[in-house]
């Protein structure tokens, strides 16, 4: 099946059913990465690829990997200000 065709099938899909399988899919994607947050695993990643899926259908879901686009690169930019000062100084 073509990438247009699954599109096309899942927006002919109702509503609530749509819903329950992205809340049930990202819902599952976000618990899993809060656990391995704790244990070892891909924690970090699991929870921005299950906010993603979310977000595909939940304004909330979409505010929340925004605002951690956001600080992602605000820690991106400062690693890099930083390796260039400790580059500097040797």
Do not use: C, D
Request: proline share 6%.
């Amino acid at each position: 099946m073509n990438k247009e065709k699954l599109h096309e099938s899942w927006k002919h899909l109702p509503h609530p059913i749509r819903w329950v399988i992205v809340a049930t899919i990202g819902g599952t994607l976000v618990v899993l990465g809060i656990i391995f947050l704790v244990l070892p695993g891909p924690g970090l990643p699991l929870v921005i690829a299950g906010l993603a899926i979310l977000a595909s259908e939940f304004a909330w879901a979409q505010y929340m990997l925004s605002r951690i686009k956001e600080k992602s690169q605000q820690v991106a930019q400062k690693a890099k200000s930083t390796f260039r000062r400790n580059k500097k100084s040797q």
